[in-house]
Nanobody
Framework: QVQLVESGGGLVQAGGSLRLSCAASGRTFSSYAMGWFRQAPGKEREFVAA????????YYADSVKGRFTISRDNAKNTVYLQMNSLKPEDTAVYYCNAGPPRATYEYDYWGQGTQVTVSS
């Protein structure tokens, strides 16, 4: 079992930056792939980024490529999402997830989410 707790969300102006963190508990963290999804009001949840268990492979949605960076620190059981050049359309609740790798990036375990609001 893995428990995930996101933090770092908030209100930021367009063009600004935020770094989200996701702290995981559980002994299998370092063997799991990790990812970030987001869900805006009235929209379906969408994939943002994912990272392999070793951190050697990363994957991004086209909408965030070049602006967001996913990373992980297995010693701290934490995955990060550095978000730069934020746009109002990035406003959403951001969720991290973890689990055995899947092509859809929709892993088994999910956090409760953290709100990110980007003002224009």
């Amino acid at each position: 079992q893995v428990q995930l707790v996101e933090s770092g969300g908030g209100l930021v102006q367009a063009g600004g930056s935020l770094r989200l963190s996701c702290a995981a508990s559980g002994r299998t963290f370092s063997s799991y792939a990790m990812g970030w999804f987001r869900q805006a009001p009235g929209k379906e949840r969408e994939f943002v980024a994912a990272i392999s268990w070793s951190g050697g492979s990363t994957y991004y949605a086209d909408s965030v490529k070049g602006r967001f960076t996913i990373s992980r620190d297995n010693a701290k059981n934490t995955v990060y999402l550095q978000m730069n050049s934020l746009k109002p359309e990035d406003t959403a609740v951001y969720y991290c997830n973890a689990g055995p790798p899947r092509a859809t990036y929709e892993y088994d375990y999910w956090g409760q989410g953290t709100q990110v609001t980007v003002s224009s």
